[in-house]
């Protein structure tokens, strides 16, 4: 069973932090230079951020 939680990333392009959710089921984007830090795949996002902490 897959626990969803949230994630602290940071992004490819330009290493600001977001915090992502794990689970999210639409795209998430950089909010500063667009990136895409997480897709979605079915039931189970796909993170292509660097992953920097799992947050509870
Ligand atoms: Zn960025």
């Known amino acids: 069973m897959?626990?969803?939680k949230f994630?602290?990333?940071t992004c490819p392009?330009?290493?600001?932090?977001?915090?992502?959710?794990s689970n999210s089921a639409t795209t998430v984007n950089c909010e500063l230079?667009?990136?895409t830090?997480?897709?979605p795949t079915g039931g189970?996002?796909?993170v292509?951020?660097?992953v920097v902490e799992e947050l509870e």
């Open 44 to 46: 189970r996002a796909s």
């Open 33 to 35: 230079c667009g990136a």
């Open 7 to 9: 994630l602290k990333v």
């Open 13 to 21: 392009g330009c290493e600001n932090e977001s915090v992502i959710f």
């Open 37 to 39: 830090l997480v897709t």
């Open 2 to 4: 897959v626990r969803s």
């Open 48 to 50: 292509t951020a660097k």
